[in-house]
């Protein structure tokens, strides 16, 4: 059997093959710490887990509307209004299997061959292959610490050409956890509005953004903006939800959000049922006080990180505004970022992830998702091993 170019195309997930061979070699008794998870390391809040053993006992246990149940849909307007001053209709909004299927749903829409995505680097690994499948091409917007990761207006001005149909935005940012200013963010989408470009805003790590700031979102800064944005969230990050695979977008414009739902009929139907309960609760009832002490505590992870990160001899990072990742950067010329990974666990047993994997060999990315006493530890064994390679 021949597969598909398509098929052949999709590069595997290396971080899915670290994070396996980790695994493998702590199963097998080694006492490897890893720094690898793209989750928090916290439980999903009971009476979130109550709502869904609920639903399973009282039948909610059949088809949904593909885009999602009503009292979701309006619950997820409800929050958009309440949390970002944006305003939807529930029939603006479409709930998938988590805001990666959400992502996948909007490039199928709108991709075809020939057509241009720009994608600020280093970026989720998964926006490229995800324009590669819907054999678009993506085009991207090299940045470095020197600018904070963040792309410039005359960056995207420079990228865009006739072709161009989406630009992702991901502030904060997975891997590197910066985050737009408004001013930037206004300016950047005043262009992609002003040439008809479709922004896509995954705003996934809104709930985990430090120093007291708050999230914008780029839909919120003009008319024509929110028109041309569509807006991918979860509840995987800010609920520790991240295995009931519940995401959902909005926009206001209507032929796209049906094109949509038309893409998901026919490949997951509707997202579970019972995670469907369980989402309804976590954005219906939940304490802030939740949320806040999940921030907190990656915030105090954060600080020590980079503290400690910083005084490395031939590594240093700047201080993530948001998202759980430390993003580092390999200062000894010739040392692969996938040199330093394998190295790293081989010889000193610390799971990292490689910055090739988002665009950048010169970086490795840390995740805090895991508790201080695996960060200091892991932390010291790094710190051995560049003593004596970085
Ligand atoms: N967007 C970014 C930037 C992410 O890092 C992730 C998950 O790691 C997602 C989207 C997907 O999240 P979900 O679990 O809702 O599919």
Known sequence: MKLSSRAKNVSPSLTLAITAKAKKMKDSGIDVVSFGSGEPDFDTPDHIKLAAIKSIQQGFTKYTAESGTDELKKAICDKFQKDNDLIYSPSQIVVSCGAKHSLYNIIQAVCEKGDE????????????EMVNLAEAKPVFIETDDSSGFRILASDLRK??????????????????????????????????????????????????????NSHVSIATLGEDIFKNTIVVNGVSKSFAMTGWRIGYLASSNNELVTAIKNIQSHSTSNPTSISQMATLEALNNSDTAIVDNMRNEFEKRRDYIVGRINKIKGLSCLKPEGAFYVFCRIHKKGLSSMEVTDRLLDESKVAVVPGKVFGSDSHIRLSFATSMENIKKGIDRIEEWFNKNG
């Open 159 to 212: 990228a865009i050409t006739k072709n161009t149909k989406i630009l992702i935005i991901n502030s904060p940012s997975n891997p590197t956890g910066s985050i737009y200013a408004k001013e930037e963010l206004m300016e950047i989408g005043n262009i992609a509005a002003s040439k008809g470009i479709l922004i896509i805003s995954d705003e996934i790590y809104e709930k985990i953004i430090f120093d007291g």
């Open 117 to 128: 995505v720009i994608i600020p680097s280093p970026y989720w690994l998964s926006y490229p």
